[in-house]
């Protein structure tokens, strides 16, 4: 394995890391649940990788996510909203409307043609339209988070879920279960309101397609398809969407555009 | 008047406190102190007119604490048309500008806590809770602000005044004038300018009264006139952010805005503003910027983050960022035309219902297209304020509409003008950091 160059991505619920060859290609990586020790998690990040490939000297490094002022060892910190812009672009090499979401917030970037951010849009501070919502709103139904999707695929019906604030979704859905409602309608109705938080911001800077997606959420198959759904448009994913944070960092620390 | 109120009034404003107020101004321009934490790496040392600045608003402040007793006072909305109260000789209290300040001093949690605790909403402008906190708790940074013997509330800035000022008229049971000023689509109509002056026209015999004299014709041309020259200096001021680097950023603007806003009228502020507007020129022929390294150019619309000025022109001025003009600052010298002393009430009805706010959202983004041209800008920061709703309606079109026709990039910030719970550090870091990249991609 030769590595080129590094980039990770420290989010606000995941921390990943990414190793690229010298021509950009993904030759590693690694996710981990992020830990509120932060540095000392990045070094055992870095420990992990010294032992496949013995030094990581002169290798250089950047840092993305909320995080990414807390990696000391990074030669530079660049913003979510680029990276992900560079990542995507570069693995599909074409621009487009990205959807991110993520576990704090959610980002619709406009990419050119060239891979430039030709606008963006995040949520406000509320975590309506994020990860977040939907792993509260799981939690109270006592649903694992990577299974969800596949329940709120298997509803035949439907309940609309009006509140898209994650405080007032919970009271909504306790209700909602006092009064009999399955559990598959509601989660379905959760997903959509949920991703109608986020084509209102879609909308907001306007949508040039293709539409791509990227971030830990797009794992969920209902969010794909209800964006689908909602936008009438086709969703492009890249293979890891997870990573695309990380892997535009390692990127911009490589050089490449 | 009382006797003992007047005495009390001459000897603690006029024989010892103003005279302090100048020496302790004189003392700051002769021996000139950068504060501590000034970022001198990035941004130019502070304009040597802050000392009158502060000179100016602790005297305004200062005739406040004592003018109950020996000058009638009136409590007034920011745009409301406060000549003729000047020229009765009423002492004009603003209570968006103490709201300001105390957003600056960091007091609107505690003062905003005591009307939320009161049953106001959140929801309401920050700027009513914490007057009306204020109001309640009798708290203030500034020491103590005069009970007001007439409120006047003028709606062309929104229709929250209008509740709140029914709020004040109830708490200290005194007059209100409202001035309902008609929303203008595309001009003034003739017969909203008729209504506006009829509505002046009435107003007149009541702050009489209040007063206890009659309005001198004479005298009010004349406040008038005090008014529409420092309304032109302020215009002078503002447009000198055209030249590159700019010599004053809006963050300057805004600080040194308070005269503009609340004392119109006065010969002080004429004073003021030209010697503001000299030493831009002087570090203009210097090429001196209020960015040291003043790479790209910003325009920012809606009302200042007063809470956080300190913080946004740190970390533009980082990377070499001046926010060189503003529709907010703009909008209290554009008027500047409309006012004509020779037709007193007629020009006091048309330059009150023209302010941007009450008028069409279109007119807001020609003004903004006008000076991304004028001021050779390279981005717009949109701050959409929770608090001020007619300022942030049409933002995210007239924002879209901006990138479509100049191609560069525009950020719509979501806060609050003084409330800090509205606002999330990290969020706000996070947007412009990335909208900072946007610029220099």
Known sequence: MKIAALGIDVGSTTIKMVAVNSVGEMVWNHLEQVDPRVEKQVDSFLEKLRNEIKSLEGIPLVATGYGRNLVQQAVKNITEITCHTRGVYHQLGHGGTLIDIGGQDSKVVVIGAEGQVLDFAMNDKCAAGTGRFLENSAARMHIPVVEMGFVALSATEEVTISSTCTVFAESEIISMLAQGIEVEPILMGLHRSLVKRVTAMVRSVGLAPPLLLSGGVVKNPAIRKVIEDETKEKVFIPEHPQLMGAYGAALFALGIK | ?441
């Open chain 2, 1 to 441: 008047m009382g006797m003992t109120a007047s005495l009390k009034y001459y000897w603690n404003v006029k024989v010892t406190g103003q005279p302090f107020l100048y020496w302790q101004r004189r003392q700051a321009e002769r021996y000139p102190r950068i504060p501590s934490r000034w970022r001198m790496d990035i941004l130019s040392p502070p304009l040597r007119i802050g000392a009158r600045t502060k000179e100016l608003i602790s005297r305004h402040y200062l005739e406040g604490r004592y003018a109950s007793g020996h000058r009638p006072v009136a409590w007034v909305t920011s745009g409301g048309p406060v000549e003729i109260l000047q020229a009765l000789g009423f002492y004009v209290l603003y209570p968006e500008n103490h709201g300001a300040l105390c957003g600056v001093r960091g007091a609107v949690v505690e003062l905003s806590g005591m009307a939320e605790n009161a049953g106001y909403s959140t929801d309401i402008c920050s700027y009513a809770r914490t007057d009306i906190g204020s109001v309640l708790s009798g708290k203030t940074p500034v020491g103590h602000l005069p009970k007001p013997d007439l409120l006047l509330a003028c709606t062309n800035i929104c229709q929250t005044v209008l509740y709140w000022y029914r709020v004040l008229a109830r708490h200290f049971e005194v007059p209100l004038i409202l001035i309902d000023t008609p929303f203008v689509y595309t001009k003034v109509s003739d017969h909203a300018l008729g209504y506006v002056k009829k509505q002046l026209e009435n107003s007149i015999s009541i702050s009489e009264q209040v007063a206890g004299c009659r309005l001198d014709y004479r005298h009010l041309k004349q406040i008038i006139r005090l008014s529409k020259d420092a309304t032109e200096l302020w215009q002078e001021i503002i447009s000198r952010g055209r030249h590159q680097p700019a010599p004053i950023s809006v963050f300057d603007q805004f600080i040194h805005m308070a005269p503009i806003v609340e004392m119109r009228g006065k010969k002080e502020t004429v004073y003021f503003y030209a010697e503001l507007l000299r030493e831009l020129d002087e570090n203009i022929a210097k090429g001196k910027g209020a960015v040291r390294n003043e790479r790209k150019r910003l325009l920012w619309d809606n009302l200042p983050i007063w809470y956080r000025l300190r913080y946004l022109a740190e970390y533009l001025g980082e990377h070499g960022i001046c926010v060189v003009s503003s529709t907010y600052t703009n909008a209290w010298g554009e008027l500047a035309s409309l006012m004509n002393s020779e037709k007193p009430l007629e020009s006091i009805a048309r330059t009150y219902i023209s302010p941007i706010l009450n008028q069409g959202t279109k007119y807001k983004l020609d003004t903004m297209k006008r000076m991304v041209k004028e001021f050779q800008l390279d981005g717009v920061i949109l701050h959409s304020d929770r608090s001020c709703k007619p300022y942030s309606i049409g933002q995210i079109d007239q924002r879209n509409k901006l990138i479509q026709e100049f191609g560069i990039p525009a950020l719509l910030l979501e806060a609050d003008h003084d409330d800090p719970r509205a606002y999330a550090d990290e969020q706000v870091a996070s947007r412009l950091a990335s909208f900072v990249e946007m610029l220099d991609d």
